[in-house]
T-cell receptor, first 110, second 114 residues
Framework: QKEVEQNSGPLSVPEGAIASLNCTYS??????FFWYRQYSGKSPELIMS??SNGDKEDGRFTAQLNKASQYVSLLIRDSQPSDSATYLC??????????WGAGTKLIIKP | NAGVMQNPRHLVRRRGQEARLRCSPM?????VYWYRQLPEEGLKFMVY????????ESGMPKERFSAEFPKEGPSILRIQQVVRGDSAAYFC????????????FGSGTRLTVV
């Protein structure tokens, strides 16, 4: 059974702090990992993709991948109220279909 | 470069009617995926299609639901004899030959059954 585990939250973080979102996955063969952001009432939007072990930075966002531990995380620095959303973790299986986590609801408190 | 286009954005149907949801993938994308999302819940995979082929329909309810992606025109998700429990947001996503670089989502269709 291919699975993605995420803490559903809500995760509450003060404005300006670092928000840390975590995800574990079951498929050791997966090569592609994604973080999507979904605002309430809107569709998911791809914000980060990562394919190799280590860190990938894009502005205030950093994705971290550890294939040995089957773990991927997303760090958001200098959190803003506009970062309040549900963050979905996904990986591509051997057929390149995305397997989704249930999402973590993030709340940034001013 | 238009993204994934879904229409209608909002659809209201009475119980027992049919609902037709349309999705035009991004230019150059040949793979289409349909998802359903209930309020405060995660994405539920329904079906994966390529042109004229259903690749994976493991998430589709066995009755009343069908999907197609014809050679010409948009992909259609069809729900016959709708019930209140079908009320949800239905999202379409597309990808190029594979999903290795992720999917691009449309804005969704909000179906309300009254």
């Amino acid at each position: 059974q291919k699975e993605v585990e995420q803490n559903s939250g809500p995760l509450s973080v003060p404005e300006g702090a670092i928000a840390s979102l975590n995800c574990t996955y079951s498929d050791r063969g997966s090569q592609s990992f994604f973080w999507y952001r979904q605002y309430s009432g809107k569709s998911p939007e791809l914000i980060m993709s990562i394919y190799s072990n280590g860190d990938k930075e894009d502005g205030r966002f950093t994705a971290q991948l550890n294939k040995a531990s089957q773990y991927v995380s997303l760090l958001i620095r200098d959190s803003q109220p506009s970062d309040s959303a549900t963050y979905l973790c996904a990986f591509a299986d051997s057929n390149y279909q995305l397997i989704w986590g249930a999402g973590t609801k993030l709340i940034i408190k001013p | 470069n238009a993204g994934v286009m879904q229409n209608p954005r909002h659809l209201v149907r009475r119980r027992g009617q049919e609902a037709r949801l349309r999705c035009s993938p991004m230019k150059g994308h040949s793979h289409v995926y349909w998802y359903r999302q209930l309020p405060e819940e995660g994405l539920k995979f329904m079906v994966y299609l390529q042109k004229e082929n259903i690749i994976d329909e493991s998430g589709m309810p066995k009755e009343r639901f069908s999907a197609e992606f014809p050679k010409e025109g948009p992909s259609i998700l069809r729900i016959q004899q709708v019930v209140r429990g079908d009320s949800a947001a239905y999202f379409c996503a597309s990808s190029p030959k594979t999903g290795i670089d992720g999917y691009t989502f449309g804005s969704g269709t909000r179906l309300t059954v009254v």
